[in-house]
């Protein structure tokens, strides 16, 4: 039982790059998150899929797109990268309203 | 708009004593709360939870009070030992609306 993973852990792209990062879950959660964590704040909601086949923009979904591939998976792209994307990014799954299982990060810079 | 804050960005507290980190909600529907711990390089790892039916929850050495009156959390953990040393999250979420929403954390610092 891994949890949540997420690929990759590190990455460098430069601006106007494009990427997909991924998350996948073991646990059958059905609601799955993105969040951004910038220094001194704290997690700021990109996007979230309630259930398999929704998704729903949260507090910051600009350059950012999702897609719930299944129950288990849900991939953050974006295709134009920025230097304000520059952030750790960080998945999590939950079923109802209750704790969020997170994955381990992915850093991304863009320069 | 509605927010999850905290009081302090750092505590420092000697090995051994109780430390208390506080967090204020904003959003009076908000019906469950959490509690995070993130180590330097780590995701976010749960603490404990309650919810708005109840006023208090123990773990091991960990206790949330909940003040729905003046929309109040606290955690406390007891005996704090060097391996509590990370930054604390609240956050609060309204069931059926599927958003959790997040302070911005407190450091505590542990000193030998």
């Known amino acids: 039982n891994a949890g949540v993973t997420q690929t990759p852990k590190f990455q460098v792209l430069k601006t106007g790059q494009s990427m997909t990062l991924q998350c996948a879950q073991d646990?059958?959660?059905?609601?799955m998150y993105w969040y951004r964590q910038d220094p001194g704040m704290g997690l700021r909601l990109i996007y979230y899929?309630?259930?398999?086949?929704?998704?729903d923009k949260g507090e910051v979904p600009n350059g950012y797109n999702v897609s719930r591939l299944n129950k288990r998976e849900f991939s953050l792209r974006l295709e134009s990268a920025a230097p304000s994307q520059t952030s750790v990014y960080f998945c999590a799954s939950t079923q109802g309203t209750y704790e969020q299982y997170f994955g381990p990060g992915t850093r991304l810079t863009v320069t | 708009g509605e927010s999850v804050g905290l009081h302090l960005p750092t505590l420092s507290v000697q090995e051994g004593d109780n430390s208390i980190i506080n967090c204020a909600y904003s959003?009076?529907?908000?019906?469950?709360f959490i509690w995070y711990k993130q180590e330097s390089g780590k995701g976010p790892q749960f603490i404990i939870d309650i919810r708005s039916n109840m006023d208090k929850r123990q773990g091991q050495r960990v206790t949330v009070l909940l003040n729905k009156t003046v929309k109040h959390l606290s955690l406390q953990i007891a005996a704090t030992q060097p391996g509590d040393s990370a930054v604390y999250f609240c956050a609060d979420a309204n069931s059926g609306t599927y958003k959790y929403i997040f302070g911005t954390g407190t450091r505590l610092k542990v000193l030998a």
């Open positions: 959003n009076s529907a908000s019906d469950y």
């Open positions: 899929s309630a259930s398999e086949g929704t998704t």
């Open positions: 646990m059958n959660h059905n609601s």
